[in-house]
């Protein structure tokens, strides 16, 4: 069988999601398994061989030329190791290797679950045809990607674009990353509960209390979630804001489970990104939703495997 399919994984501190896909990008076959990412490395590893092992079952699976990896971080693509803040078991692992040997020697590439994501939405979601756009994961930590020059730009590292820890408020909330104030202390759906609590939000039951709880509550109109997603919007504009004015970029896809709140993220975000892009050559960024929900991480990853 011809080599025409190409293989995309995507690892997290909760799912590791794979899947083989064509060269449109279309997926043929997918498989995941949670991440018990407190488990040992070995433990962490078995998940994710159990996943490729699915893959590899497949008559497929002999067409597959190349597999690319997106994980969490941080990560250095050029030796082919992760040390996800969210997996801790997981310190200079040597993912890329451990893959490779798993998947028959075939080539493997690594980058960051963000630049997967933006990878993905620029080959067949909502930054499709774009020439520039900066791509964001806002779900329980915040994540970026960027599109510049009409292709990924993932740095030497692999970690470009890793917008979470651009810092919002300079005397803000400490954050995982060892720094104050970054994006994700703000915007992170557990940055969102714990400010909406701190403020005098209540839930309506005992074991309501979710970032989901607050998102609706927002749409009911309370005031203290109105105001917790406001400033979780502030935080990423800032971020938006700040590739606007360093490349031009006209375009923010914006996906992760807390954009699935909607307008109460969304049209506070429009409002605070025109504040923070006043020159004329930053101004007008268009704000859309991410399109491929959670198999952007996979489709980029085997992006990334396409163009091995």
Do not use: Y
Not at 6 to 33: E, H, N, P, S, Y
Not at 93 to 120: C, I, N
Request: hydrophobic share 50%; proline share 6%.
């Amino acid at each position: 069988m011809n080599p025409t399919l190409v293989a995309g994984i995507d690892i997290g501190g909760t799912k590791i999601a794979a899947g083989i896909t064509d060269m449109a990008g279309d997926v043929l076959f997918g498989a995941r398994r949670p991440t018990p990412a407190g488990d040992d490395a070995a433990a962490v590893m078995g998940a994710l061989a159990e996943v490729i092992g699915e893959l590899a079952a497949r008559p497929e699976w002999a067409a597959v030329r190349a597999v690319g990896i997106g994980s969490a971080g941080p990560l250095d693509g050029s030796r082919g190791t992760v040390s996800p803040i969210n997996i801790p078991a997981w310190r200079d692992f040597p993912l890329v290797d451990e893959v490779r040997a798993l998947v028959g020697g075939r080539p493997v590439g690594l980058v960051g679950d963000g630049a997967a994501m933006a990878s993905g939405e620029h080959w067949r979601g909502a930054a499709a045809g774009a020439r520039d756009a900066v791509c964001l994961v806002v779900s329980t930590g915040v994540g970026g990607g960027l599109i510049l020059g009409g292709s990924l730009c993932a740095g030497p590292t692999g970690n470009a674009g890793h917008l979470g820890h651009i810092i919002a408020e300079p005397d803000g909330e400490p954050c995982a990353c060892g720094a104050r104030g970054c994006v994700e202390t703000a915007a992170g759906g557990p940055a969102i509960l714990a400010w909406a609590l701190r403020h005098g939000w209540r839930p309506d039951g005992p074991g309501a209390a979710t970032t989901q709880a607050v998102a609706e509550a927002a749409h009911a109109g309370d005031p203290v979630a109105l105001a917790a997603f406001d400033r979780a919007a502030r935080a990423v504009a800032v971020a938006v804001g700040a590739v606007a004015n360093l490349t031009e970029a006209r375009l923010a896809v914006i996906g992760g489970g807390v954009a699935r709140a909607g307008d109460v993220l969304f049209r506070p975000l429009r409002s605070h990104i025109d504040m923070v892009t006043r020159l004329s050559f930053a101004r007008g960024v268009t704000v859309v939703p991410a399109a491929l929900g959670e198999r952007a991480g996979v489709i980029g990853a085997a992006a990334l495997a396409r163009d091995l």
